[in-house]
């Protein structure tokens, strides 16, 4: 059955068509993956179902019926559901507060928390989705919060639910936990809208592939048969080469440019604390820092650009301790050092080398 049809959906931002006379079908029970480059019009179009744009031509039918245009509360009504990447949950609040906030009337004189703590552990575990009503959101995990979201949509009674870059926050473990709570929600007749850049997961969790290029619809096919370089080749409008990694040969042999020895900090602006941080950094070399978003990365920025003191530990760069003054190491003419504190001495500059090596820190 189909439970969602969008037709000849144009959208213009002056002279840039984001998304140029889209039409699509979406089934119960179907898990379509929406595929493109960034700047493709993926966002801009799961936008206007959502009702955050106004089309500029076309329409949109929920379960036959017609889906007003730029009303998020109607797409809500209608039984469509988000969960964007980057989450709208209340730290502060309790998981049951999040869930419920926004489904009861300002003018009721009790709130029916009761009967929404019954209703959200049925919810959590018809679909093993797992979550303590009266935990606080902001001591969960980021594959906890990502639940409270989705819980969120089924509150509310979502049947369509888009899902935005679900896994590229998650760990492996908690994407796996992730895809089985998909599989759970389609056999339960729901309908998926998968939005990724992750080949290997869109066509294990998809029935069909949907593929933008330019604002315009390239391409629609079925997940099964379809290769990982057939859909690159959609989403860039030619044959994409794999890369191939060739290691550098040695130990790095530039001067050593960065050095952290035991630095510990308070928390940076994402709420994580750097904890005995161990890093060395040559001339030369590119170190890769990778990580789940939220364990340290922008903690080290912070500190690696003077935002955030080190509270514990060494840190020096160029030979010189680096001080939590952003000024001193901003706009530093080429082969000058900042300034530093009177105590501190003179290093040298960077010895450059003939070949880039390459690390990954995790």
């Not at 709208?88 to 926004?102: E, F, H, K, R």
Request: proline share 5%.
């Amino acid at each position: 059955m189909t439970v969602l049809r969008l037709q000849g959906i144009t959208k213009r931002f002056g002279s840039l068509v984001a998304n140029d006379d889209i039409s699509l079908t979406l089934q119960a029970g179907e898990v379509l993956a929406l595929l493109g480059e960034n700047g493709a019009g993926k966002s801009t179009l799961v936008s206007i179902l959502f009702g955050h744009y106004v089309a500029d031509a076309g329409r949109i039918e929920v379960q036959g019926q017609p889906l007003p245009p730029g009303q998020p509360r109607a797409a809500l009504q209608a039984g469509i559901g988000m969960v964007h990447q980057h989450f709208t949950l209340a730290d502060n609040l309790s998981v049951l507060d999040n869930v419920m906030l926004g489904t009861e009337s300002m003018w009721r004189l009790s709130s029916r928390r009761q009967a929404g703590r019954q209703r959200l552990l049925s919810l959590a575990g018809r679909f093993g989705l797992a979550v303590d009503p009266d935990a606080r959101v902001g001591s969960l995990s980021v594959g906890e919060r990502q639940r409270v979201e989705i819980l969120k949509a089924l509150y509310r009674g979502a049947r369509i639910l888009i899902l935005d870059e679900p896994t590229a926050v998650l760990t492996p473990q908690e994407s796996e936990q992730l895809f089985a709570t998909l599989d759970t929600l389609v056999k339960d007749g729901l309908a998926v809208i998968f939005i990724s850049h992750k080949l290997d997961e869109v066509l294990r969790v998809s029935n069909r592939v949907a593929v933008l290029r330019g604002g315009k619809l390239v391409a629609e096919c079925a997940a099964q048969g379809t290769t990982k370089a057939e859909l690159a080749a959609l989403m860039v409008g030619r044959e994409v080469k794999t890369a191939r990694r060739v290691a550098a040969v040695g130990p790095p042999s530039g001067t050593v440019v960065l050095q952290c020895e035991g630095v510990h900090t308070a928390k940076g602006a994402q709420g994580t604390a750097l904890q005995g941080i161990d890093l060395t950094v040559h001339a030369g070399e590119i170190v890769a820092v990778a990580g789940v978003s939220g364990n340290g990365q922008v903690a080290l920025a912070e500190l690696l650009h003077g935002l955030l003191p080190a509270a514990q530990g060494r840190l020096q760069v160029s030979s010189q301790p680096l001080c939590a003054r952003p000024r001193d190491w901003v706009s530093v003419p080429r082969g000058a050092h900042p300034r530093r504190p009177p105590h501190a001495g003179r290093g040298r500059r960077p010895e450059p080398v003939g070949k880039h090596h390459h690390r990954a820190l995790v």
